[in-house]
């Protein structure tokens, strides 16, 4: 056989690759700006918001008893209750943060006293330009901990589909003559081999073919047509060119399924 049977990369296995390195790719990222920055940044949307209440609630106990000279100074005097934890805030955060400015206006407070979150919280992050809105409760430590965990785990997942898709776009399968190239190892010549397995062809397009070493033991070579070529009808259907390519030139032990055909002639076979 003189034909070259040559059998690339899949366009769906190089897809499916791709999706997978997308996928974890931006798992890891969003889980590293989570452990980074992001339950930082929203610890303190959180601990502003508490202020809020705090400041609301202060306002309406003592709106009718205070002027809006002394609520000012009350107000410009009080600091966010933060944790005693600093690491669960952003790095570089002050050890004491005033309450947000606008709490110390006596108008803006009455006015907002109808709607707390929407017309003093959400106003006010407009006005700094927050990016998260309070969270229901603050994220400890531990929780921040978790996602640089997932963090690398998601990052070894991202190399690991980087490794596998750039191994698998450098190699393929080559028939040429009697000689067979699998996508990894060296090449060996089909009367070399010894026993080919093709159960998982004909479902899982999986075989696996073992070949003399000298006088070491049998070398296995494994031969994925879903990766490598493919069966589309449309192109020729690579893989199962190869196959039969290596079938008709290999003559030691063929291990495959009996078609339902092939067993119910059996009993037949023998009666006569």
Same mark, same amino acid.
């Given at each position: ?9 899949? =366009? %769906? ?14 798992? !890891? ?6 452990? @980074?920055? $992001?339950? &930082?940044? @929203? ?5 502003? %918001? ?12 003592? =709106?009718?008893?205070?002027? *809006? ?8 005097? =009080? ?9 669960? +805030?952003? #790095? ?17 407070? /009455? ?7 929407? +017309? ?13 809105? !309070? *969270?229901? /409760?603050?994220?400890?430590?531990? /929780? ?19 490794? #596998?898709? +750039? ?13 067979? =190239?699998?996508?990894?190892? /060296? *090449? ?5 081999? #010894? ?7 004909? &479902? ?6 073992? !070949?003399?070493? $000298?006088?070491?033991?049998? &070398?296995?070579? &494994? ?17 199962? @060119? +190869?196959?039969? $390519? ?23 076979? !023998?009666?006569?």
């Amino acid at each position: 056989m003189s034909e070259r049977i040559e059998c690339k990369p899949t =366009q %769906w296995f190089l897809l499916r690759a791709a999706a997978m390195l997308l996928m974890f790719g931006i798992f !890891a990222g969003m889980f590293f700006k989570d452990g @980074k920055w $992001g339950y &930082r940044e @929203k610890n303190v949307s959180y601990y502003t %918001w508490r202020a809020v209440e705090e400041a609301a609630a202060k306002f309406g106990e003592e =709106q009718s008893k205070m002027t *809006p000279a002394e609520w000012k100074e009350y107000a410009e005097s =009080q600091t966010l209750d933060l944790p005693e934890d600093r690491s669960i +805030l952003p #790095v570089g955060t002050p050890e004491s943060l005033p309450w947000p400015a606008l709490l110390a206006d006596y108008d803006v407070m /009455k006015e907002g006293m109808a709607n707390p979150k929407k +017309l003093l919280f959400d106003r006010y992050r407009d006005e700094v330009g927050m990016k998260y809105d !309070a *969270p229901d /409760k603050d994220f400890t430590a531990g /929780k921040i901990f978790e996602q640089w965990v997932v963090f690398w785990i998601c990052l070894v997942l991202t190399l690991g589909a980087l490794i #596998v898709l +750039l191994r698998t776009i450098s190699r393929k399968m080559v028939l040429h003559g009697t000689t067979f =190239q699998p996508a990894g190892g /060296k *090449p060996v010549d089909i009367e070399d081999l #010894v026993r080919l397995d093709l159960r998982r062809w004909d &479902r899982k397009g999986l075989a696996f073919a073992w !070949a003399r070493s $000298g006088n070491g033991p049998e &070398r296995k070579i &494994r031969i994925d047509g879903l990766t490598y070529g493919g069966f589309k009808k449309e192109e020729g259907e690579p893989a199962e @060119k +190869l196959m039969e $390519g290596l079938k008709a030139g290999f003559s030691g032990e063929l291990i495959e399924y009996e078609s339902e055909e092939e067993s119910a002639e059996a009993p037949e076979a !023998a009666g006569s």
